[in-house]
């Protein structure tokens, strides 16, 4: 079964705009945590922003805020005030207390930011 | 900030040949991971180590190999390639276990054509 799931298609950004980008999960582990990575068409990830299951609070790292509703499910990445360089593909993951550190990855979805 | 670094960036190369994808990393991490990406689709883990002298499979099967002699050295290597090899594959490293947040920390990847 899908651990991670985003499903939204390709979408266009307006510079300056603000973007957010939908991830549901799938466990049974009350431990685990959730990131969210970014992959410009050079190839390399990079680690934008993470997410604990027992963090009381939303995560923030600059632009980036991570919607954390354990309830439902979800952690949703919101890039603010969004710029050029923020195109790029943007994977979630997730990491269960249980899984040895392994990650398990998303379909990633595809942003483009238009000026 | 990532110190871990991956060579070559390209390879092309013919079926048959020996390969070896270099993966080094600078912070003395002990975990280790090596993802295999086909173009626009999620990462795959095919191998991971916890440490010097041990290695595991993955999640996804490959034909490939990987050995951990040093802490900071994971070299991934396909005996005989083949077309259906052609892929990126990345390698990542995090931190000791426990709760914290274990970010894997991805090097630019290696892309791989085997004509």
């Known amino acids: 079964a899908q651990k991670i799931t985003q499903t939204q298609p390709g979408m266009f950004v307006q510079e300056k705009e603000a973007v957010t980008l939908d991830c549901t999960y799938d466990?049974?582990?009350?431990?685990?945590?959730l990131f969210w990575y970014k992959q410009p068409s050079s190839g390399e990830m990079i680690f934008l922003i993470y997410q604990g299951s027992y963090d009381q609070q939303n995560a923030t790292e600059g632009r980036y805020s991570l919607n954390f509703q354990k309830a439902r499910k979800s952690a949703n990445l919101v890039i603010s005030a969004s710029q050029l360089g923020d195109s790029a593909m943007y994977f979630c993951a997730m990491r269960e207390e249980g899984g040895n550190n392994r990650l398990a990855f998303g379909k990633g979805n595809q942003v483009v930011v238009i000026p | 900030e990532a110190d871990i670094y991956q060579t070559p960036r390209y390879l092309v190369i013919g079926t048959g040949k020996k390969i070896t994808l270099e993966c080094s990393q600078t912070m003395g991490h002990d975990k280790m991971y090596w993802y295999q990406q086909d173009p626009g689709m999620e990462l795959h883990l095919i191998h991971y180590s916890y440490g010097v002298n041990s290695t595991e499979k993955g999640d996804l099967s490959s034909e490939s190999t990987v050995s951990r002699i040093r802490t900071e050295h994971f070299p991934l290597t396909l005996e005989s390639a083949r077309p259906s090899h052609t892929s990126q594959y990345l390698c990542a490293s995090s931190e000791p276990g426990g709760r914290a947040k274990n970010i894997q920390y991805f090097g630019a990847g290696t892309r791989l054509s085997v004509l």
């Open positions: 466990t049974s582990d009350p431990s685990y945590g």
